[in-house]
């Protein structure tokens, strides 16, 4: 048989070994996996892992033992990502809101408040920010920076916001300093002339009234100033007019005003007026009691730290003290369950407030063990323990988070039965000795509150205590008609002739505007 021709011969198949054709694939394979783990890598955020120890000896990982202003300033930390994270965050509000781009402020502002809450649970704890906690707020305040960039808010336009907000913010903080000492001089100095007015006829009444001493001495008794089934409010003032609109305030909005008991302590000079006025007023049956600083004889210098301070500022002139910052009725918060041993729960307000809703809900919140039931102050950037306390002296920088977010007094649901056990007096009593030379802090009741009361606050809805019109004029109006407790806090008071005309009615409303005190003593002054 002829061969055929070379060109129509039928090619030789070549064939690979089975183990060859393996080898192939499995390097095809492992090529495909690396670049499917290569782009996911590139796509996520990175999140570093903090600093880990190993165990030799039983092979577990664990963080290193350091606090947490240690735990801030590692740079590998999940908690310093979250607080630059946070940082950014700020930045770009302010943009935001410049630009009236409201949703990002309030995405951003949203996003702030989760990085607060995670950094604030592990400054109380003690421990390191963990991956699970870090990582879902980082994801997603990443994707809202993407879109802020969408937006054209750039760094640049960041950098240059943030130099000229730095700028407006330090002349607008320096006039405040000079508007905010000639203003609290004249507030601490005096009254206006028509509340002294008022004040000097209901004393005249209280003296010459021997049945009105009578029925007082008798109103001691009542058994409804220690039931507790009953809900109980104290308010500790030498403000008559202050402390009336308080208590009609509250009544008047309680579906259930006889249910309500207010205990009110005051000094000896305006105890008989406030005894006089509130047996000669009606408050919708609300029982009301009223007591003398001067009869609590187990206060004295001996206990008590600030008793002792008291005593001495009156022969020293120091300079960081005032009357109303050094005032035993302004430090009498610290002392509610020795002044009311009876009493399982109350609600603190202070005499500059206004209720316009029923607090009887606030006796109905689970403080989860918490002593101090308190609305926070910090929002974005402003009211954290720094700005409060010294924390160059060691004693702060190692107890307490620079960071922390702080707290308002004002209108606070306190636990007593959780004070007594937490013995918080004494702490109290430990803060004011360390404090004697004012090198922690250097004025007023709320340092030494947010100290005592670290890791025992419960956060309330911000609806129950709006705070700000003492000096803000710039409060929106659907948070005032929302609240439950407007507070002027500051000095521009209600009362006072330079108060603000924006704000004034909200607290004239509920004084007695047609008792004839009210009505002589305004056209006398």
């Not at 007015?197 to 209280?206: G, N, P, S």
């Not at 009357?323 to 002044?339: G, H, V």
Request: some cysteine; charged content about 20%.
């Amino acid at each position: 048989m002829r061969r055929r021709a070379a060109s129509y011969r039928r090619p030789i198949r070549i064939r690979l070994s089975w183990w060859i054709w393996a080898l192939l694939l499995t390097f095809l394979f492992a090529g495909f996996l690396l670049f499917i783990v290569q782009h996911n890598h590139g796509d996520e955020n990175h999140l570093e892992q903090p600093v880990l120890e190993t165990n030799t000896v039983s092979g577990r990982m664990f963080h290193k033992n350091r606090n947490f202003t240690e735990e801030m300033s590692s740079s590998r930390s999940y908690a310093r990502q979250l607080a630059e994270q946070m940082t950014l965050a700020k930045a770009y509000v302010i943009i935001a809101k410049e630009h009236n781009d409201l949703r990002l402020a309030w995405e951003l502002s949203s996003k702030i408040r989760s990085c607060q809450s995670v950094l604030s649970e592990a400054a109380k704890r003690d421990e390191p920010v963990s991956l699970e906690e870090a990582e879902p707020i980082i994801k997603s305040l990443s994707s809202i920076f993407f879109k802020a960039q969408d937006a054209h808010y750039d760094i640049a336009t960041t950098i240059t916001a943030m130099k000229s907000d730095i700028q407006v913010l330090e002349e607008y903080a320096s006039a405040v300093t000079v508007q905010s000492s000639v203003y609290g001089q004249l507030a601490v100095e005096s009254l206006p002339k028509n509340i002294h007015c008022i004040e000097i006829k209901l004393t005249a009444d209280w003296l010459q009234s021997k049945s009105m001493q009578v029925l007082a001495e008798e109103s001691k008794n009542s058994p409804r100033l220690t039931d507790i089934n009953l809900y109980h409010f104290c308010i500790f003032s030498d403000n008559l007019m202050a402390v009336s609109v308080v208590v009609n305030s509250t009544v008047s909005n309680a579906e259930h005003p006889r249910q309500l008991v207010f205990h009110i302590v005051t000094n000896g000079v305006t105890y008989g007026a406030i005894q006089a006025w509130f047996l000669s007023n009606d408050f919708k049956g609300a029982a009301i009691e009223v007591q003398s600083l001067e009869d609590f004889t187990w206060l004295n210098a001996s206990y008590s730290p600030v008793v002792k301070q008291i005593c001495d500022a009156a022969s020293l002139e120091l300079k960081f003290h005032s009357p109303k910052n050094q005032s035993l009725l302004n430090n009498l918060r610290f002392y509610i369950p020795e002044i009311f041993p009876q009493l399982e729960k109350v609600v603190f307000l202070e005499d500059d407030i206004v209720v316009q809703k029923d607090l009887v809900p606030l006796f109905s919140i689970d403080l989860h063990g918490n002593v101090n039931g308190a609305v926070e102050t910090c929002l974005e950037a402003f009211h954290r323990f720094f700005d409060y306390l010294n924390f160059s002296n060691p004693l702060i920088s190692t107890k307490f988070d620079p960071q922390a977010c702080g707290w308002a007094f004002g209108m606070n649901v306190f636990d007593l039965i959780s004070w007594r056990k937490a013995n918080v007096t004494s702490r109290y009593h430990y803060w004011q000795e360390e404090n004697a030379d004012n090198s922690l802090w250097k004025l007023g009741t709320l340092p030494p509150g947010l100290l005592v009361f670290y890791g025992m606050t419960e956060r309330l809805d911000r609806r129950w205590h709006v705070l700000g019109l003492g000096h803000d004029m710039n409060i929106d109006n659907r948070l005032i008609e929302t609240a439950a407790v407007i507070h002027f806090n500051g000095y521009i008071k209600p009362w006072l002739k330079w108060s603000i005309d924006r704000y004034r009615p909200l607290w004239e409303q509920y004084l007695y505007q047609d008792h004839p005190y009210i009505r002589d003593c305004a056209t006398s002054s």
